[in-house]
């Protein structure tokens, strides 16, 4: 089992930055894929970015790309979304999600709770 536990959203202002984490644990987290998906009300479930451990491989939303950086450390079990120059329209709920190797997007294995973000204009 793997268990995920996300955190550091919060209300900034457009332009702000945020940092995101996700805790993993469990015997076998290493040999997962972890992303970032956001939904917002209304709209539909979105992966953000996704990262080996090691960010030898990585995805970003073309929405994202250039502003959001998905990073992990395994030795602390934690993956990151750094968040740059926010925009209203990123105003979503966060969760963190493992996709075992071979296993689809569509149906993340693991889901963290998700981590609330509001970014006003």
């Known amino acids: 089992q793997v268990q995920l536990a996300d955190s550091g959203g919060g209300s900034v202002q457009a332009g702000g930055s945020l940092r995101l984490s996700c805790v993993a644990s469990g015997r076998t987290f290493s040999q997962y894929v972890m992303g970032w998906f956001r939904r917002a009300p209304g709209k539909d479930r979105e992966l953000v970015a996704a990262s080996t451990w090691a960010g030898r491989s990585t995805y970003y939303g073309d929405s994202v790309k250039g502003r959001f950086t998905i990073s992990g450390d395994v030795a602390r079990g934690t993956v990151y979304l750094?968040?740059?120059?926010?925009?209203?329209?990123?105003?979503?709920?966060?969760?963190?999600?493992?996709?075992?190797?071979?296993g689809s997007w569509t149906v993340p294995d693991y889901w963290g709770q998700g981590t609330q973000v509001t970014v006003s204009s």
Request: proline fraction near 5%; aromatic fraction near 14%.
């Open 82 to 102: 750094q968040m740059n120059s926010l925009k209203p329209e990123d105003t979503a709920t966060y969760y963190c999600a493992a996709v075992k190797y071979g």
